[in-house]
């Protein structure tokens, strides 16, 4: 039994809404990254 998988191929304007949806989602992540580890930061100075 063969099984065909079929690939979908995105256009350009896809491609590129895709990259920018997936660098905005990086940049929150890394901006929530370094606000716990300032308020880590701040709790543990404060102690």
């Known amino acids: 039994m063969t099984m065909m998988i079929e690939r979908i191929r995105l256009t350009e304007a896809e491609a ?3 990259r920018k949806r997936s660098i905005a989602i990086g940049l929150a992540l890394v901006g929530l990254v370094v606000l716990f580890y ?10």
């Not at 300032?38 to 102690?47: E, F, P």
């Open 16 to 18: 590129r809404a895709r």
């Open 38 to 47: 300032v308020i880590t930061l701040v709790k543990m100075g404060a102690s």
